[in-house]
DNA sequence: ACCTGAACACCGTTCAAGT
DNA sequence: ACCTGAACACCGTTCAAGT
């Protein structure tokens, strides 16, 4: 998969050069580009749902910074499980740039997006929600995924490649400082926090919050 | 704002006929597609937080159905900032579809993106969150807003915009009954809920778990 | 300073023609 | 059934030339 170069930089021409065939012949698998890539989408979708079933080669869990306040066995039972499609999910588009803007998840009509639909919903569903509340925690959890996902991809991609981490942030951090950002004194604030922050910590810490919420929701 | 075919139906030339000029002349005044598009953006995600701010012309809240449990008022004050603040950008990105797609929030260069962290974080910072938690709630929340809305304008941009509302409902929710989704039960004990859902109203309730989770994390 | 439009270098998609 | 590549209808961008 040459993807390294984007939904962009994936050419038809560029496919069949690489797959040693014709232009046209493409359109007798698949009917367009935009079917290409909802199959790739699906595709690495998929990956991440069995991976997050299967428990191996997952990504490492940062631990949790948020007292949920409950010692209910089947709220942390279902509580586990979100966190562990969710970060799955978030590993998977942070592997891969572009899949975060390109995948609708929920609703999809391909059938990854709605396993991810459906891993959602039933810890919910065990978490003792109301309907109303599985539906809307539902919609809230993959549109934070794809959301945070989305916003972090854009955010490394308009980085230098060139240079390291650490200078690219220094530069960005740089920038505060000017009078430009007088009118932003919280911005400011957050200089240490950026400098040092980690995507993935970063994801959790958000995901965490939502998932308080809705254990909160359960409990009340 | 001819906006409404979408980024995509965008085209220089287009544009130039509307303006009644010649093609080459865009190029006086902006850089490229791209910067055209992240001013278009600018603008309204700007207009979206004056209109936050100044409280007139905001779309109408739905009301909260989570149980804050606090009676602080500078926390309650807080919340309903980040709500108000959450709820214009939100109502923008529902009324333009093909902005949630294109605009990165967090971490812009254009000014308006940083007013819409800076308008986060403060209400964060009078909640009494330490600065790590001041930091990942604020890309929580922009995470969210720009993922959900993203979500949703894919969702509505994929039904057929001839069928009333309700018909298109229909046909989603028929589909569930295929045997298709023997393997999705849960997806299908969504019928009732996703039959009567309400972009707004989905979007504010997960918002509110989210602000819940924080308040949370603010008593802790 | 500001505008013009032909020209350029690409796209995705189609389709008559091959095997 | 499966593949080919020229041809088509578009793009965004550049640039010598105008006023």
């Not at 930089?9 to 040693?20: I, P, Q």
């Not at 919910?124 to 959890?141: D, K, N, P, V, Y």
């Not at 794809?146 to 740089?174: F, I, T």
């Not at 950026?194 to 359960?218: E, K, M, P, S, Y």
Request: glycine fraction near 12%; proline fraction near 4%.
């Amino acid at each position: 998969m040459l993807d390294a170069h984007g939904v962009r930089g994936l050419t038809l021409r560029g496919l069949a050069a690489e797959l040693g065939g014709g232009l046209g012949s493409i359109y007798w698998y698949v009917s367009g580009k935009y079917e290409l890539l909802e199959l790739a989408c699906d595709e690495l979708i998929g990956r991440a749902l069995d991976a997050a079933d299967t428990e191996e080669r997952l990504v490492p869990s940062p631990p949790m910074e948020v007292d949920l306040g409950t010692d209910d066995e089947a709220v942390l039972d279902a509580v586990r499980s979100l966190r562990r499609v969710g970060l799955a999910l978030f590993d998977q588009m942070d592997r891969h740039p572009w899949l975060a803007a390109q995948a609708q998840l929920g609703g999809a009509e391909r059938s990854n997006g709605l396993r991810v639909w459906e891993s959602m919903g039933r810890p919910l569903a065990a978490m003792g929600l109301t309907e109303r509340q599985q539906f809307h925690g539902s919609t809230a959890l993959t549109g934070y995924v794809v959301g945070v996902a989305a916003e972090m991809s854009l955010q490394d991609r308009a980085a230098d490649p060139d240079l390291p981490k650490g200078e690219q942030l220094d530069l960005v951090v740089g920038r505060w400082q000017s009078p430009d950002y007088d009118d932003f004194p919280w911005i400011r604030s957050m200089t240490e926090q950026f400098r040092g922050h980690d995507d993935i910590v970063q994801f959790a810490a958000g995901l965490d919050l939502l998932l308080l919420g809705l254990v909160r929701q359960a409990q009340g």
